[in-house]
């Protein structure tokens, strides 16, 4: 226990509006400590990370966290990470984004940056719903369920975002849930550490939003949901696809080691300048 009190003194901003604005049972509150364990287990300094946020229930841990950090504007924390990593390469840059955030309003930044594989460490907080703005459906809400812009349940198809990641040229793709919080810890810690664009979805459950309108009593109900339908990835590949159906596959999806954008840039620069000097 002090052990977790000094990590919260050191790592948080204790003038910033605490207790936090998360709701009783929010999974971001749970996804944030393992944020603040992960960087002290990597033994990063302060000054070398920075955390770029979006909008939504996400984007508070930029408020929260005492590190360089950038609250972005609705959908756009990638472009901003984008430009922090190409021009200074040896920071550790983590970019945080709600499922909203990430893939509807910022859903051609998400694949664009994918696509070019530059270095940051990229956490979706994804409660399937626009958990701060009223409850509107996103883009991964499940076909079917209820939101305050699907009263009747929703009828589009979701994204799977760790299939688009994996499509788009991503390096590493993980996904964690709430309830498994120390094997969260080691799969964020991973996706810090890798090289190119690596990519942490957490299933984070919203009771308020989400749950309550989806027949889940309880935020205790929806952790128990989330603890019987979590599987390790190497279990649910060898499930019929019947026994598979409506079950949440947890573990690494892809794990690659090509060369990031910036590494890229920098081995054309150095041979530019090397042509240009024999010129």
């Known amino acids: 226990m002090a052990e977790r009190t000094q990590l919260i003194h050191h790592y948080l901003r204790h003038n910033k509006k605490f207790p936090h604005v998360y709701c009783a049972g929010c999974g971001h509150g749970i996804a944030l400590g393992s944020l603040i364990r992960s960087v002290h287990a990597l033994g990063w300094s302060k000054d070398e990370v920075v955390m770029v946020a979006g909008i ?12 360089n950090t950038v609250h972005a504007v609705h959908g756009r924390a990638l472009t901003i990470a984008t430009g922090i990593k190409l021009s200074n390469p040896n920071l550790k840059v983590i970019v945080v984004m709600g499922d909203g955030d990430a893939l509807s309003i910022g859903g051609n930044h998400f ?3 994918a696509r070019r594989n530059i ?3 990229v956490l979706v907080l994804n409660n399937n ?3 701060m703005t009223g409850g509107q459906c996103s883009s991964t809400t499940p076909l079917g369920a209820t939101t305050t ?3 009747f349940g929703q009828m589009e198809k979701s994204f799977d975002l760790v299939e688009l990641a994996a499509a788009a040229g991503a390096n590493y793709v993980a996904r964690a ?3 498994h919080a120390q094997g ?3 799969l964020m810690q991973a996706t810090f550490t890798h090289r190119g664009f690596s990519l942490l979805e957490v299933v984070s459950p919203c009771h308020t939003q989400y749950g309550r309108k ?6 205790v109900d929806m952790y128990r949901w989330l603890k019987e339908s979590a599987t390790p990835l190497e279990q649910y590949r060898k499930l019929s696809a019947e026994k598979a159906k409506g079950r949440i596959p947890l573990g690494v999806f892809v794990d690659r080691d090509e060369p990031s954008l910036e590494e890229r840039y920098a081995d054309l620069r150095a041979d530019q300048t090397a042509q240009a000097g024999r010129r």
């Open 149 to 151: 812009t699907t009263p």
């Open 111 to 113: 694949i664009h940056a």
């Open 177 to 179: 849930s709430a309830f």
């Open 184 to 186: 969260m810890d080691k």
């Open 214 to 219: 989806n027949k889940f009593k309880t935020v």
């Open 119 to 121: 270095g940051l460490s």
């Open 56 to 67: 939504g229930c996400s984007g508070r841990m930029a408020v929260y966290v005492d590190f």
């Open 129 to 131: 719903i626009y958990g």
